[in-house]
Structure formats: structure tokens, C-alpha cells
């Protein structure tokens, strides 16, 4: 069964850092790109970062160019997302994806992990 | 950027219902529409992959059809726990953009 779980969420003030996780389990993490969907309370989907299977290949939303950096760890099946930067619109439930190899959905989902901004 | 216009926003509708639900693409995408089912609370779950082809263990009832630039998610017969909110996404290219959702509430 293929699960995601995330973590690392929390409050954090303006112009602070973070990192996030999700620990994968149930599927060969290196044979599947990853990414980060996120939501804004009571919002859409919004697309924010995706790594390819092997690391080497990185797309990210033009919202978070630059603050944000995914990453992954094939040995841990662990992806990331460093947040810096950040700012009172990156409030949001960040979610881990997997994204399927034939048509780029997001197959899987994790559970989220909420990010607050906030002085 | 692709921008994908979701109708209607929102949606009132009874049990045994037929709904359909439609997206256009600001571009040209092929088939590389997916939808998702977002409860409250919880994460969103993959319905229909590629406009047509139904997720694993995702009802029948479920269908999608279109192409290029216009698309429709229908569920034939509306099911107490079908009320969600339903959002299209194209996997075309970078960025991948959402729809604004579609709220589907009891009549």
C-alpha cells in the first residue's frame, strides 16, 4: 500500500524557514517523480514544486522561485522542501504527491502539513 | 501558463442526480486532464487520469470525456458520499494549474 507521510509544519513568522517532509512507503520511491501541492485555508489546489525520480530534474511555481528548494533522499524514500522566505500568502496545508509516470497525475496524496506565517 | 476555467463553481444537486462538471484549458492540452475529489478535511483523491481512464477502485459511476481544450467530469448517479468538491488539472507541462473547484452540495 502506498502511503506518504508528512511533517515538519508549524509557525513560523515572517521572513522564517522551514523544512518539510514526507516519508514514502509501498512503492520504488526512485521510480517516481514527487511534489508539493498546496492549499490556503478554505483555497484551491495550487501546483508548487516537483523533483524527478533520480533528483536531477526540478520544476517549481513561479510563487516560489528561489525560497523554495525541493529535494530527495532515494536511500531514506524521503522528499523535501526547504521554505525560506516565507510570507503571510504561504500559509497553506502543504501536501506530498506522487506523480504517475504515464500522465503526470497525482496519484497519491499524503495527509498535509500545515504551514502558518504569522507575526 | 495554462489556466483551466472549472464550471460551475458550485453546484446543488440530490441523490440519484446526473452531474456534469466542465473545464476549458486556455490552451491546446491533448488529453493530460486529471480530476480529483476533495472532502473536507482531507487530502484530495485521484478520480480520472488522462480525461478518460478511472483511477483504481474509483465507482463507475465516475467518467470524464473531452480533448484539447474542453473537458467534463459526469457522475451518472449522485451518491450520498459523492458530495465533495471536484477540481480539473492539467499535466500538460509546467506549471501544472488547477481548476478553481467545483463545491457539490445536497439539494
Known amino acids: 500500500e502506498v502511503q506518504l507521510l508528512e511533517s515538519g509544519g508549524g509557525l513560523v513568522q515572517p521572513g522564517g524557514s522551514l523544512r518539510l517532509s514526507c516519508a514514502a512507503s509501498?512503492?520504488?520511491?526512485?521510480?517516481?517523480?514527487m511534489s508539493w501541492v498546496r492549499q490556503a485555508p478554505g483555497k484551491g489546489l495550487e501546483w508548487v514544486s516537483t523533483?524527478?525520480?533520480?533528483?536531477?530534474?526540478?520544476y517549481d511555481a513561479d510563487s516560489v522561485k528561489g525560497r523554495f528548494t525541493i529535494s530527495r533522499d532515494n536511500a531514506k524514500k524521503t522528499l523535501s522542501l526547504q521554505v525560506n522566505s516565507l510570507r503571510a500568502d504561504d500559509t497553506a496545508v502543504y501536501y506530498c504527491?506522487?506523480?504517475?509516470?504515464?500522465?503526470?497525475?497525482?496519484?497519491?496524496w499524503g495527509q498535509g502539513t500545515l504551514v502558518t506565517v504569522s507575526s | 501558463d495554462i489556466q483551466m476555467t472549472q464550471s460551475p463553481s458550485s453546484l446543488s444537486a440530490s441523490v440519484g442526480d446526473r452531474v456534469t462538471i466542465t473545464c476549458r484549458a486556455s490552451q491546446t492540452i491533448s488529453t493530460y486532464v486529471n480530476w480529483y475529489q476533495q472532502k473536507p478535511g482531507k487530502a484530495p483523491k485521484l478520480l480520472i487520469y488522462?480525461?478518460?481512464s478511472l483511477q483504481t477502485g474509483v465507482p463507475a459511476r465516475f467518467s470524464g470525456s473531452g480533448s484539447r481544450t474542453d473537458f467534463t467530469l459526469t457522475i451518472s448517479s449522485l451518491q450520498p458520499e459523492d458530495f465533495a468538491t471536484y477540481y480539473c488539472?492539467?499535466?500538460?507541462?509546467?506549471?501544472?494549474?488547477f481548476g478553481q473547484g467545483t463545491k457539490l452540495e445536497i439539494k
Open positions: 504527491a506522487r506523480r504517475g509516470n504515464s500522465w503526470y497525475s497525482f496519484d497519491y
Open positions: 488539472q492539467q499535466s500538460s507541462s509546467t506549471p501544472y494549474t
Open positions: 509501498g512503492f520504488t520511491f526512485s521510480s517516481y517523480a
Open positions: 488522462a480525461t478518460s
Open positions: 523533483i524527478s525520480g533520480g533528483g536531477g530534474d526540478t
